[in-house]
């Protein structure tokens, strides 16, 4: 049954900015309210209701300010800095706007004056990386040593919004937790323009050469965590890294190379071997029927495209199949909680990861009973928060 949005693109994107009331990221009478003004399929009218509700919560938190107000201040500019991320989900596309450009920088600007007020502040921090930078928050658990947990997302995240979905959950716990944005990722995409890349593993092993010089870490107890797509690039992270205690991916995500096979299924066999050498009519079809839906326009065209740093549908099957971490789960040597929520199409592949991981391993289900099937268990974060803590806890979180 809908929670807020008869519209099921809209139900998802909705539902994922209220689930984070549960730590501090928005107000259930906020999103409530914001989505009674959205018509079912209009992106305008949503990029228009979510950014005034973002401006109404954040003006409160400058007000908060002005008067001394900290608590109240952080609060609200935590919750408006969530929201202007949802303003602009459905902004994605190439080139980029200059609408969606502002409303990410209201996000990382909100979040940034939150970040500063928090009891212990978040540190910002810049980890080097071919040249460039990525944009991270250090999150303090209390004085060290103590353990780190490493936060990586996925196609349409930030690190901003990582912060509810797992640095609040980390400081109660008594874990350190550092969050980044990595290539395709929040500034890297939008500003920086740096796309997604494969080998997940050439990034995660500079920023853990950050993380271990980091204070009060305990460098033997480090965690790695993926999200959303990140379940894929965790993986990938994770192979032939010494330096690992545990990894969580969520969901176990094998890549993009097993379900674009699946989807393309009806091509010639060469076509579907080496789709960059293939006649572009025979892509044709698969392009009409992803533009004549509407979760595959977004997804696909508007999102991955960017993400990508392609343009065309047969340009991105050509990338998809560089996505593929089955022929590695076995070079992972630390204990793995691989995530399957029933009712996420991106969790299909978990049972697959489970029996190719070689290491110590545990598969963690989310059903629909417990009301955490959804797509990396959203509306049950709490659930599955302490699924994965107590893992964590039994696993490498010993002194």
């Not at 399957?340 to 070689?358: K, Q, R, S």
Request: some cysteine; hydrophobic content about 45%.
């Amino acid at each position: 049954m809908p929670l807020l949005s008869t519209d099921s693109l809209f139900e998802q994107q909705a539902t994922r900015a209220m689930a984070h009331a549960l730590h501090g990221g928005a107000d259930f009478g906020e999103c409530i309210q914001t989505m009674q003004r959205v018509p079912s399929g209009d992106t305008a009218a949503w990029t228009r209701e979510w950014t005034a509700m973002a401006d109404r919560v954040a003006a409160i938190g400058d007000a908060c300010a002005a008067h001394g107000h900290r608590v109240s201040a952080r609060e609200a500019w935590l919750r408006a800095s969530n929201y202007y991320r949802a303003a602009y989900c459905f902004l994605y596309g190439r080139p980029v706007s200059a609408t969606l450009t502002a409303a990410f920088d209201r996000e990382v600007r909100e979040f940034a004056k939150a970040a500063a007020w928090l009891d212990p502040p978040l540190v910002p921090l810049e980890i080097p990386y071919e040249g460039t930078t990525l944009p991270a928050y250090f999150c303090s658990g209390g004085d060290g040593p103590l353990p780190l947990l490493v936060c990586t997302n996925g196609y349409d995240s930030t690190v901003c919004e990582m912060y509810f979905a797992f640095a609040v959950a980390a400081r109660q716990h008594g874990w350190h937790c550092l969050l980044f944005d990595g290539p395709g990722q929040g500034r890297v995409l939008i500003e920086q323009h740096v796309f997604m890349r494969p080998d997940w593993e050439n990034v995660v092993r500079p920023v853990l050469d950050f993380a271990i010089g980091l204070p009060g870490v305990d460098t033997g107890r480090i965690a790695l965590s993926g999200w959303s797509f990140g379940g894929y690039l965790g993986l990938r992270g994770a192979t032939n890294e010494t330096r690992l205690a545990a990894l969580v991916v969520d969901p176990g995500l094998i890549g993009l190379a097993v379900p674009m096979r699946k989807m393309f299924a009806a091509l010639p066999p060469q076509a579907l071997a080496n789709p960059a050498a293939a006649d572009p009519e025979l892509f044709v079809p698969y392009a009409a029927h992803i533009a004549g839906d509407p979760h595959l326009q977004w997804s696909v065209i508007q999102r991955a495209f960017m993400v990508h740093d392609v343009d065309s549908v047969q340009a991105y099957l050509a990338t998809a199949l560089d996505y593929d971490a089955s022929g590695m789960l076995g070079t992972i040597r630390c204990p793995t909680f691989v995530a399957c929520e029933e009712d996420d199409a991106l969790a299909t592949t978990a049972p697959m990861v489970y029996d190719g991981l070689t290491c110590t391993k545990t598969l963690q289900r989310f059903t629909r009973a417990e009301g955490a099937g959804d797509h990396t268990a959203m509306l049950a974060r709490s659930l599955f928060l302490q699924r994965v803590f107590d893992w964590l806890e039994e696993t490498v979180d010993r002194p």
